[in-house]
């Protein structure tokens, strides 16, 4: 590389532009979106999560806030390193919980073995309110090994893989562009 390359490589780490502030309101609504999607799967359509399920949330649960940080500065015109930053730390979270959604699909398909911890199915709720404790203390999560539902062909952890390098392709983006 020359003087001049690294340079423009220099100067565009020291300014953030529309192309930042897009990648961090792109990224982080979609990241909302998707573990919105997760937890309205769960609680309004009833589907249970197993193990890998509630693994593949945690880097979303981790990385919404600093995007949403980065947010924020990009608005208040903080310095560029915390936009990107963010940017990247974003980027990070969601190739993470893509590496996750691979194996857990991999599992689902039986390309290998899941963990241990994973192995038990859901046992039934009785209907009797009486021992809805007794019941909710024996019950165990699903196997990761079946997968909750599929659309289109693809299990839920495929589609977090779909959704979560998206997202990430975009951070990068955002993080790696010049600022036009």
Not at 19 to 41: D, E, H, K, P
Not at 157 to 169: H, T
Request: glycine fraction near 12%; charged fraction near 10%.
């Amino acid at each position: 590389m020359t003087d001049t390359s690294m340079t423009e490589i220099a100067d565009s780490f020291d300014s953030a532009g529309p192309l930042q502030t897009r990648a961090l309101v792109i990224a982080t609504v979609g990241m909302i979106v998707v573990v919105g999607s997760a937890l309205a799967f769960e609680h309004l359509g009833g589907y249970a999560p197993c193990a890998l399920c509630l693994e593949q949330r945690d880097p979303y649960y981790w990385g919404i806030p600093f995007m949403l940080i980065g947010c924020l500065a990009a608005l208040m015109k903080w310095p560029a390193c915390l936009i990107r930053g963010t940017l990247m730390i974003g980027m990070l979270c969601l190739i993470a919980t893509a590496l996750m959604g691979v194996y857990h699909a991999g599992v689902e398909w039986q390309f290998w073995a899941g963990p241990a911890s994973c192995s038990a199915g859901i046992k039934g709720a009785g209907s009797d309110a009486g021992s809805l404790l007794n019941d909710l203390a024996i019950a165990k999560p699903p196997s990761c090994t079946d997968a909750a539902g599929r659309f289109l062909g693809i299990s839920f952890a495929g589609w977090n893989v779909i959704a979560a390098s998206g997202l990430a392709f975009i951070a990068g983006r955002g993080a790696f562009g010049k600022s036009a």
